[in-house]
């Protein structure tokens, strides 16, 4: 009789352990299901990142020519501003000059240079005007090289921004891929124990594994 309850208890600790079993390779297979979607997934992502790293070299490429480009402007503005600063340097000294002449008594002998330092005036006026519609025209364009440089940075931040994204869902992709080949090497192991201990499920086992890995990457 001892032997018959054993043999009953073993049956029906069998039944269960291959129900068990069934219930752990239907999950497996959803595992591998879902290990073909990440891989795939996988490929879609290093694809994308392959995008994004051309894209930042192009960005970066266009953020060195407009750097140059800010560079050379701001020379030219320089330069353009010592040359409008000499330019009203010398019309202050002929106006200073014309004002001497006119102080001359003999006007008929000083008439000639007389002229000739008021057309330098006008033209040195000409020359001036010149120069500030030059400088506005120029600031003009600094500022736009200024804003096209800030929005290649922010481009530049934001692709920076989803490359990091992707290779954080990359580790997260590697770190399921991990858990599920650990899955695999846990189901063969499962088992019930011998007589007299309780019964441990693997069900519950890959449930329980599944669940803490759910939870880390939460």
Known sequence: RKI???ESRFHASASQFESEVADLEGQLEEARSELHAKRREEKELR???KEH???ISVLEGEVAKLNK????????????????????????RLRTLVADLRRVSDLKDLAHEHRSAEEAIQGHSL???????????????V?????ELATARQAQDALD????????????????????????????????????????SPTKSLAATISRSIGREI
């Open 143 to 147: 500022e736009k090289l200024e804003g």
């Open 69 to 92: 480009s800010l560079k050379r402007s701001r020379e030219s503005y320089e330069s353009m501003k010592r040359s409008y600063t000499a330019t009203c340097e010398e019309a202050d």
């Open 161 to 200: 921004d989803q490359k990091q994204e992707n290779l954080l869902l990359k580790e997260t992709i590697d770190k399921l891929r991990f858990e599920i080949e650990e899955m695999r090497s846990v189901g063969p192991r499962s088992g019930f124990l011998e007589a007299g201990q309780s019964f441990i």
């Open 4 to 6: 018959k309850d054993n």
């Open 47 to 49: 694809s994308v990142e």
């Open 127 to 141: 020359q001036v005007q010149q120069f500030e519609r030059d400088h506005e025209r120029l600031q003009q364009a």
């Open 53 to 55: 790293v051309q894209q």
